[in-house]
């Protein structure tokens, strides 16, 4: 049994900064990649970034390169997406993943969190 809880998401102006988190506990072991995706109302699940077991390796988004930043810490089994400098256009649930392999398609992840919403008004 694996379980990922995502909070942290809230309702922001554009320009701001904010964090979300995403707690992992079960199956979901620091052995695995961890990452964020999104989906925006009437949009597929898209990938935001993913982080390596270590930390040591992370891969994001074109769209959000520069302006997010994920990281680990696996004494606290939990991942972090630092989210600055938010457009309109970042608005979507945004859905915490894990998986033993890498991963930028949604199709490929094994586990996910429920999701929480980060909305940012112009």
């Known amino acids: 049994q694996a379980e990922l809880v995502e909070s942290g998401g809230g309702l922001v102006q554009a320009g701001a900064s904010l964090s979300v988190s995403c707690a992992a506990s079960?199956?979901?072991?620091?052995?695995?990649?961890m990452g964020w995706f999104r989906q925006a109302p009437g949009k597929e699940r898209e990938f935001v970034a993913r982080?390596?077991?270590?930390?040591?390796?992370?891969y994001y988004a074109d769209s959000v390169k520069g302006r997010f930043t994920i990281s680990r810490d696996n004494a606290k089994n939990t991942v972090y997406l630092q989210m600055n400098s938010l457009k309109p256009e970042d608005t979507a649930v945004y859905y915490c993943?894990?998986?033993?392999?890498?991963?930028?398609?949604?199709?490929?992840?094994?586990?996910w969190g429920k999701g929480t919403l980060v909305t940012v008004s112009v």
């Open positions: 993943a894990a998986d033993p392999l890498s991963f930028a398609v949604a199709s490929t992840v094994d586990y």
């Open positions: 982080v390596n077991w270590s930390g040591s390796s992370t």
């Open positions: 079960g199956r979901t072991s620091s052995k695995n990649f």
